[in-house]
Every structure is written in structure tokens, then in C-alpha cells.
């Protein structure tokens, strides 16, 4: 008795079975190229974030070193006494820049003046700092900052701020009652070789 051949598959079963292992194949490619994407596009994000937070710090940074020159350089201004006068005049001008500087003569004479001639002794401090936000730019695009107007020349400074500040000084000349002045100064702060300068000084009435 002849042995039986065995039976050879059917077509039918040996192809579903094909199409069973390429499906399953498949559906692991698909979500091998998802999760690729997903894992970029968190990176991007991440990358766009720290970016934005960098950016967020470095002006916050700019802004402080800003208004802290700002402050101590109007600190000089109104603490300048018929005795110290002299080099107070001169640390004021080391600070400037622009037309201020050359023009400062000019533009210190009549705080100058006012100290010499009352013999006063003035004690001055400053009350508050802060940046001018511009909000007179209806020309700008959405999402861009307020701009500052520019005090020097594109070669000298890129960016100049506004600085408001608010300071009070009391005056005191022998016999007569002490004064007390009122500051509300407007300073535009150029940087300057990373230095944060004085290019502009009005008086806030």
C-alpha cells in the first residue's frame, strides 16, 4: 500500500496568511513614522519654547540694567550740593552721550545755577522706575513691541529705551524752611558698547 502524499496547502489560506503578517507589519510602520512626528514636532516645541523664554529673560535683563543706570545717574542729579557740585558734574557728564553730551553744559546750567547760588545742602532719592510703554505706534504690525524714539545715530546705538522716573529732593539753606522738589524726568537710555548711556534727559511737567 502506497503512503499517502501529504496535502499541499491551500492557495486561498497561504495568501490570507501573507496578507495577515503584511497587515500587522504595516500598522507597526504607520505608528513608528506617528510617533517620529510626534517626537519632532515635541522637540520643535520645546525648542521654540526655550527659545521664547531666553528671548523673555535677555529684555527683561536689558530692561533692569536700563533702569538701574537710569536711577543712579538721576541718584547724582538730585543729590548735588554746593559742595560737591564739581564732580557731580562730572560723573553726570561721563554718563551721557549723543547731543546730550556735547550739548550737557547747556542743558545742566540751570541745575547748576540753582545749586550754587542757594548754598543749599540737598538730599535727594528716587521713588520710582519704570520703562515707558509706547502706545502712539499705530503704524506697527501685530505682535510687535512699542518703539522708543531714536536718540543717536544706528552706528553708535542700535536700541534706545525710555525711562520714567519719579524722585523727590529736599533742599535746606541755613535759616529758611527746607523745600522739597518734585522729579518727573523722562530718560532716553542708549547702549552704548554694552553700556547702557544717557542720551536724553526732559523734564516731565
Do not use: C
Not at 503704524?139 to 531714536?150: F, K, N, Y
Amino acid at each position: 500500500m502506497r503512503g499517502s502524499l501529504p496535502s499541499m496547502p491551500d492557495m486561498d489560506e497561504v495568501t490570507q496568511s501573507e496578507d495577515r503578517r503584511g497587515g500587522v507589519f504595516s500598522g507597526f510602520g504607520i505608528a513608528s513614522a506617528v510617533l517620529g512626528v510626534v517626537a519632532v514636532a515635541a522637540l520643535v516645541m520645546i525648542a521654540v519654547m526655550w527659545s521664547g523664554h531666553r528671548a523673555s529673560n535677555d529684555e527683561r535683563s536689558y530692561q533692569a540694567r536700563s533702569m538701574q543706570a537710569a536711577a543712579e545717574w538721576t541718584g547724582v542729579l538730585i543729590n548735588m550740593n554746593a559742595d560737591n557740585v564739581e564732580g557731580s558734574l562730572q560723573q553726570l557728564r561721563d554718563g551721557t552721550v549723543g547731543e546730550l553730551n556735547s550739548g550737557f553744559e547747556a542743558s545742566i546750567a540751570p541745575y547748576r545755577d540753582v545749586v550754587k547760588s542757594l548754598h543749599s545742602r540737598t538730599t535727594g532719592q528716587v521713588e520710582s522706575v519704570s520703562i515707558e510703554e509706547v502706545h502712539r505706534n499705530l503704524g506697527s504690525q501685530p505682535g510687535e513691541g512699542p518703539t522708543a524714539p531714536v536718540s543717536l545715530a544706528p552706528e553708535l546705538s542700535t536700541r534706545t529705551d525710555t525711562v520714567l522716573i519719579v524722585a523727590t529732593s529736599v533742599s535746606e539753606n541755613a535759616g529758611n524752611k527746607p523745600t522739597t522738589v518734585r522729579w518727573n524726568l523722562r530718560l532716553g537710555i542708549s547702549e552704548v558698547d554694552g553700556k547702557p548711556m544717557i542720551s536724553r534727559l526732559e523734564s516731565v511737567r
